[in-house]
């Protein structure tokens, strides 16, 4: 009798939200952390859309005055430096921390502990960076928020034209969210390679877990030399140093160099996951196999080593000798050809499937035609004498948010919705996704496409107003539009995860007829994952299983 | 050729191929020939997008899943891949980036190391937070933000090289229709040449984002025929003429603030921080562009700049009515 009392005891306080709160605050399962980073990068998403809507209200007609002069450039400085760290960054490497270890049928990452540092830390620094805004000189002031872009261009981060403490929010978040991406990749790196479950040779991982693990190395890389130069920054700006201070000599273009040597490979470090997710979405929902798996590995790895030598296409303009210049223009168009391979891949495992239109397929769909049409922009303002026109315009803006939300946000929407039924045990609701679907495509296409028109006609980023007689008002206005739409759609979405948490059919461990590990599981999976270890044969154990007279084994 | 050129143009969007600062309205030789690079880029990456494009469109609706398949249950047909496709679809990729490189190199060794002709007309392009300061080393002229160059004919070319430098961040020229944009960084020098075949106001603006107003640090470059501009070169020259009626204002402008930042030539007042005033009645806009030069806007913006640019480094003066009006009035004979 007494033992079942303090059972039910121990239940109920197990249940208290106190203890539910104990238990994620300290958590090291890769699971939970997985779901940390999304949920944050979902909170700094939103609060990012918002300053995205701010910023086209106050576009949306010439000589407007919603918003003042430097209001506007923090607002630049803060949605850039949040999409880019604290969003995009961190959501990746969530589904990673999530979905790595049950794709490699193990039980946790190599460094558990590391794994919730690094979280902590990104989640820290993404509340440091808003905790400018009360810095300073307070909310009615807009405190100390940063307000000297995402870019952080030399000289305007010295001392004498960045006083006050707005740059050293930035520099510590930043540099906070650079030693947690590093933290992950290690963790993810060395996971993958010490590791896998039996059978699982580097030939048999499932792309995913081959690009993350190339997008790991990159950040390796990348990431340093980000984080270096923000402690450069720092003495330059406490010590006296004099690195970037160009009223002692310093040098702005020195920064430019440290910046988009990490900057540029960012690009494709955000997008890795989403080529990631694309390679188990599309094969599932085609009924196919991959297309050509090892040329998809080849072209992974060829990006990464292609993109650590384009960084200098973001310095066209600076004056570069015509042969530098001209080298940029060969390695930059050069990753066009890695990623048409992709391109066709992914076509060539649509050709001959069975394709089933659900909402994961759906916005992967949309993800193959506007990244199709990012990388054709890319390619324009990869050519040097057009990016003289391009660089700093709309054009540009327009071009990577075809990149970041065309593609990446299109493809972390479909992984949302695709491995939603695993993390949570219920189905997301499909007539929700379909609204949110269609409704973002209209909302990106009105915002994105016709961004670029502005950009043609001579319009430069980074302005917070305009003069009527230009003639883009006309442009901003449907820009503006569009991203009203986006909005709408966001927040079907969140309100589609909220209620199918709660009232989602329930999904079982298998509901699309998967093929990788991460299905064999329950669904959500038991905190070690897998009871027993699993032993693979071939890249898609479940395909095996489900049809062991026609088993992938015999084809690799 | 051209007409081609112009013909992508409208194909892509109608509306867009003209207007004030367009870059599919090119105007001299640097934005000719990256318009014409441009069209080139923008043709292949239309065909791309259409045949690419077109094929995935093709697999989705032609492999669609049916609901009421007959074989329903049945998986497609397992293909893991085939070198030869893949070979394919990676060679020609290659040919026709070699072919986007080697043309992209023609322009810009075109552009970039093109011989500079001895009629050539140097000026010097210093950006400052938030205007621009422009000098005239050979015919002794320093203005600010209206550049005044002459016309360039092609048979007898004088285009405009600019040597451009930073007193303070970075900040970049632009005039969308006479060439691409160069940036100015400070502790260096670029180089960059524009030569407007036709008379007229080409409009810019600073294209790197360099502080709190970079919004309003506009761009107007004037091209003039050689008659007009020689004039405006004879005017610039002049030296400022002592006007009677405007000593008291003179005696304001020099025992304020106003000379510790702003030059007026053969005064007192030589101060380099703000923009040179010797003729600034001279000149369309004030605030580089950022309103018209009228009595009323002048004594508006002596009297608080953060009125029409908020974020502009020129304090609030601070006069009396009366002093503005003197100020107002003796900046208005500075011709």
Request: glycine share 8%; aromatic share 14%; hydrophobic share 50%.
């Amino acid at each position: 009798m007494d033992g079942t009392l303090v059972e039910a005891e121990e239940i109920a306080l197990r249940n208290s939200a106190l203890q539910v709160l104990h238990n994620w605050v300290t958590t090291v399962d890769h699971k939970k952390i997985g779901l940390m980073y999304i949920g944050s990068s979902l909170l700094f998403l939103v609060i990012a859309g918002i300053e995205a809507l701010v910023m086209r209200i106050q576009l949306a007609i010439p000589n407007n005055t919603f918003v003042s002069p430097q209001a506007f450039n923090r607002l630049f400085t803060m949605h850039g430096t949040t999409m880019v760290f604290f969003v995009g960054m961190s959501i990746l490497f969530g589904f990673g921390n999530y979905l790595i270890p049950l794709m490699i049928g193990a039980r946790d990452m190599a460094f558990p502990r590391l794994n919730a540092f690094s979280f902590w830390c990104t989640f820290f620094g993404g509340v440091l960076l808003y905790f400018s805004y009360v810095g300073g000189n307070g909310l009615s002031g807009a405190g100390s928020a940063p307000d000297v872009g995402w870019w952080a261009y030399a000289p305007l981060t010295a001392r004498p034209f960045s006083p006050g403490h707005s740059t050293d929010y930035w520099t510590l978040a930043v540099l906070l969210s650079g030693v947690s991406s590093i933290g992950s990749a290690v963790n993810i790196v060395t996971t993958v390679v010490s590791m896998r479950c039996p059978g699982m040779t580097l030939g048999r991982m499932p792309l995913l877990v081959w690009l993350y693990t190339v997008m790991s190395m990159m950040a390796f890389v990348t990431v340093s030399p980000l984080t270096a130069a923000q402690i450069m920054l720092m003495l330059d700006r406490y010590v006296g140093s004099h690195f970037f201070d160009t009223q002692a000599g310093g040098s702005a273009v020195l920064w430019m160099h440290f910046f988009w040597i990490f900057g540029h490979p960012e690009v494709y470090i955000l997008i890795m996951p989403a080529f990631a997710f694309a390679n188990e979405i599309i094969p599932v929902f085609s009924r196919k196999a991959i297309f050509g798996y090892p040329a998809m590995v080849a072209a992974s790895v060829g990006i990464g080593f292609v993109s650590l030598s384009v960084w200098a296409h973001h310095m066209f303009t600076v004056g570069m000798s015509a042969g530098a210049n001209t080298f940029f223009v060969l390695a930059t168009l050069t990753v066009a050809i890695p990623t048409g391979i992709k391109i066709f891949n992914w076509l060539a495992t649509l050709w001959g499937g069975k394709i089933h239109f659900t909402t994961p397929m759906l916005f992967a769909i949309g993800f193959l035609f506007q990244f199709l049409l990012a990388g054709l922009t890319g390619v324009m303002v990869g050519a040097a004498p057009f990016d003289w026109q391009l660089s700093g315009s709309y054009f540009v803006v327009a071009h990577f948010h075809y990149v970041l939300v065309g593609a990446i946000l299109f493809m972390l929407f479909a992984a949302f919705y695709y491995w939603y039924p695993k993390m949570t045990g219920r189905m997301a609701n499909e007539a929700l996704g379909k609204w949110h679907f269609w409704l973002f495509l209209i909302g990106f296409h009105v915002t994105f496409d016709f961004m670029h028109i502005p950009g043609i006609l001579g319009m430069p980023r980074r302005i917070y107003t305009y003069e009527a007689e230009r003639g883009w008002m006309v442009w901003n206005l449907i820009v503006s539009s569009g991203a009203l739409i986006q909005a709408v759609a966001t927040l079907i979405f969140v309100w589609n995860l909220i209620w199918s948490y709660f009232k989602g059919p329930l999904a079982g461990p298998d509901p699309w007829d998967a093929w990788t590990l991460e299905w064999s599981t329950s669904s959500p999976p038991p905190e070690y994952n897998f009871a027993i270890t699993p032993v693979v044969e071939s890249r898609r154990p479940l395909w095996d299983l489900k049809h062991p007279e026609d088993s992938d084994s015999y084809y690799e | 050729m051209a007409n081609t050129q112009h013909s992508i143009a409208v194909l892509f969007a109608p509306d867009v191929v003209h207007g004030p600062t367009s870059i599919f309205s090119p105007a001299g030789t640097p934005a000719h020939s990256i318009f014409g690079l441009s069209m080139l880029v923008l043709g292949v990456a239309l065909c791309v997008f259409v045949i690419v494009g077109g094929l995935l469109a093709y697999a989705i609706i032609r492999y669609r899943h049916r609901r009421h398949d007959v074989k329903a249950g049945e998986e497609p047909a397992q293909i893991y891949g085939s070198n030869q496709i893949e070979l394919s679809w990676t060679v020609i990729p290659v040919l026709i980036v070699a072919m986007l490189v080697l043309s992209s190199a023609r322009v810009i060794y075109s552009t970039q190391q093109a011989a500079k002709p001895t009629a050539a007309l140097d000026v010097i392009v210093i950006g400052h937070q938030f205007w621009w300061e422009y000098r005239y080393p050979k015919l002794g002229i320093v203005t600010a933000n209206e550049l005044h160059v002459p016309v360039s004919d092609p048979r007898h070319p004088t285009p405009t090289y600019l040597t451009l430098s930073s007193a303070d961040t970075d900040h970049s020229f632009w005039i969308p229709r006479l060439a691409g944009k160069t940036d100015l960084i400070p502790n260096r020098v670029n180089i960059m040449w524009i030569d407007p075949p036709t008379a007229g106001l080409y409009l810019g603006q600073c294209a790197q984002f360099c502080g709190a107003q970079h919004a309003k640090m506009l761009l107007r470059v004037y091209a003039d025929s050689p008659e007009e501009f020689s004039n405006w070169v004879k005017r610039q020259r002049d030296p400022v003429k002592e006007d009677p009626n405007t000593v008291e204002g003179e005696a304001v402008f020099q025992h304020n603030a106003c000379i510790s930042c702003h030059t007026v030539a053969g005064t007192v007042a030589t101060g380099r921080f703000g923009p040179d005033l010797t003729h600034v009645a001279s000149r369309d806009t004030i605030g580089s562009g950022a309103v018209l030069n009228t009595p009323a806007n002048l004594r508006l913006f002596v009297d608080n700049p953060a009125h029409f640019k908020p974020g502009a480094l020129m304090p609030p003066m601070h006069l009396n009515e009366h002093d503005l009006d003197a100020v107002t009035a003796y900046l208005l004979t500075l011709k």
